[in-house]
């Protein structure tokens, strides 16, 4: 096991969860309150969150300062890429651009929560 194995785990099942409360919001929900890609979401943030923490995993070096920096550029890629999703997104999907932006906005909060509440138990380590 690495030694991101432990984190990565707990992620996952926390991205499984969010995906068994989608499932049902999505099967339960009145039909205009979900967009027809809601399902599609955790996946999507999942696998963004999973390949940029291997990056950054592979990236630190023993000096915290580039690792910093790595770090805050690599969420600015990951924003300007959620930004370009969503705008095509709306320009392809205009009928459903309102509930799926929502659903997007709650979901990016919950997982950027996540990234910093464990940047924060690895800072204090």
Known sequence: M???????VR???ISAI???????FYHYAPEAMISDNLLYIVPFFYLVHIVS?????RIETKD????????LVSSG???????VVLILYGI??????A???????VFYLIFTFLDVKHLVSEMSK
Not at 92 to 97: A, C, L
Request: aromatic content about 20%; proline content about 6%.
């Open 2 to 8: 690495t030694i991101e194995s432990k984190p990565l």
């Open 53 to 57: 923490r291997i990056v950054n995993h």
């Open 64 to 71: 915290s300062a580039p690792s910093k920096i790595f770090y």
């Open 77 to 83: 890629i990951k924003l300007m890429f959620y930004l």
């Open 99 to 105: 509930p799926f932006f929502l659903s997007f906005l």
């Open 18 to 24: 969010l995906f068994a409360i989608t499932l049902g």
């Open 11 to 13: 992620f996952t099942i």
């Open 92 to 97: 392809f999907n205009r009928e459903d651009v």
